[in-house]
């Protein structure tokens, strides 16, 4: 690609593309490259396919849903917040609709609008899109930023082409589900660059027990309580779903606690989730319904045995979690029931990995970006969006807004940056 343009943005993911949008509203040139043949394929499958846009919170909430520094996003955040979001999104013609625990998502609840949605705008602001453009590598001159890529378009040979730009925003996302494209090329490009990459570990993702029972596979459980311990301490307590997948214990509950669970395992802890089935009964309560139950069958107690137990379950927890239920629960009896329904423990092996985390926690250290601006401390021009920095949200549409924010600043400074040189 010929001649020197004025932003090239990497990466259109939902910070890339919100980074190439606000800078082209600006007035800047920018050219956008993508390595796979369209933007926004992991937008495209978030919240099961239904993309929950944002979360409208107000910022004193919202800002304990990220980590690790929520006040870096703070700039960010009121330069483009989760109420300027859905304006935006409304004003380009995608109309949304805020649902319970102030989730927001496109009215159609398909996540291929919102992708529809940022790639029509970028058409009609003039953002260039080179789709199947892998980059390799960065260097620069401290004016001149060139960009290295393989040309992935053809499908017989890789032919590798060279773009340069004035200024550069990677927004080439994490390490997570890397089937989407984010293969952690963005991290290399700004090592090389001498940034600071901490260490980058999976978050939001299942949590896989040791001797896990298969027959739990697709069992949902509400109103749970869940309790993380690290090395036997208690880390973490939480109300709400639990799922149980192939990959392990995962649902708003099991995210919720990943983050933490994932940093303690990767750091040789032991960790464990208990599960309290009945969390707003107190114990002394429980054990008082667990006699009326037994009562009402009208058995000895020690004429209780395996069939009885388990049409005594029955009445504390779906049919389907029985089984599993009773063979985990060692010695069962009506005089432990009760402490097992409220200390139900999984000792956790390891984790579902990047391949099925939702967002990777870790990345560009912040210390080296400025807040206000996006841009790095340490090369002129360099400007950063989204995932690839150290910035990781809950589920709930916390990280989508952060790619919004971080993007749009990305882009706004940028497009500053070229108009005043
Ligand atoms: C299954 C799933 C569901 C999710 N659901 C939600 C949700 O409902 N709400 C929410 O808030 N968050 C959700 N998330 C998280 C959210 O999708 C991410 O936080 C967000 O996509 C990050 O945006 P990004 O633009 O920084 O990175 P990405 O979306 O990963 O985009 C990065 C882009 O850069 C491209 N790229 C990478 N390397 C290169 C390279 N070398 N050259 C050129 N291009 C490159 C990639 O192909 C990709 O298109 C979900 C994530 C997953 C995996």
Not at 373 to 397: C, I, P
């Amino acid at each position: 690609m010929e001649g020197v343009r004025q932003i090239v943005v990497v990466g259109g993911g939902p910070a890339g593309m919100m980074a190439a949008i606000k800078a082209a509203e600006s007035g800047a040139e920018v050219v956008l490259l993508e390595k796979n043949h369209l933007c926004g394929r992991k937008l495209a499958i978030t919240g099961k396919g239904r993309c929950n846009i944002t979360n409208t919170k107000p910022w004193s909430e919202f800002m304990t849903h990220v980590h690790p520094k929520n006040n870096f996003v703070k700039s960010a955040f009121f330069n483009f917040s989760n109420e300027a979001t859905i304006e935006y999104f409304n004003s380009i013609g995608l109309e949304t609709v805020e649902t319970q625990g102030d989730r927001v998502f496109p009215k159609s609840m398909n996540a291929f609008d919102v992708v529809d949605a940022l790639v029509d705008r970028m058409r009609q602001v003039g953002v260039k899109v080179v789709a199947d453009a892998d980059l390799l590598a960065v260097c620069t001159d401290g004016n001149i930023f060139k960009c290295t890529f393989n040309d992935l378009s053809s499908p017989r040979f890789i032919r590798t082409d060279v773009v340069m730009a004035k200024a550069l925003i990677i927004a080439t996302g994490g390490l997570s589900y890397p089937a989407t494209g984010s293969n952690g090329r963005g991290y290399e490009v700004a090592a090389s660059l001498g940034h600071t990459v901490t260490d980058c570990f999976p978050s939001l993702a299942a949590l896989l027990p040791r001797n896990y029972d298969s027959r739990l596979y697709d069992v949902e459980l509400r109103n749970v309580g869940l309790n993380l311990f690290v090395d036997h301490d208690l880390i973490q307590s939480e109300m709400g779903e639990v799922t149980f997948t192939e990959d392990g214990i995962e649902g708003p509950l099991g995210f919720r606690v990943s983050r933490k669970a994932i940093h303690a395992l990767e750091n040789g802890s032991s960790v464990e989730l208990v599960i309290d089935l009945k969390p707003a009964v107190p114990i002394n309560e429980l054990k008082e319904r667990v006699k009326r139950e037994v009562a009402s069958f009208k058995w000895e107690v020690p004429m209780i045995n395996e069939a009885r137990m388990k049409k005594i379950l029955r009445r504390f927890m779906p049919a389907e979690m029985i089984d599993p239920f009773y063979a985990m629960s060692k010695n069962l009896t009506v005089n432990t029931l009760a402490d097992r329904l409220k200390d139900w423990r999984f000792p956790i092996a390891k984790h579902a990995g990047f391949r099925r985390a939702v967002v990777t926690a870790g990345g560009v250290s912040l210390d080296e970006v400025i807040s206000k601006t996006m841009q790095s401390r340490l090369d002129k021009g360099l400007f950063f969006a989204g995932e690839v920095l150290d910035l990781d949200g809950d589920t709930g549409g916390y990280n989508l807004q952060m790619a919004f924010s971080t993007g749009a600043l990305a882009g706004l400074s940028a497009a500053k940056y070229v108009a005043a040189l």
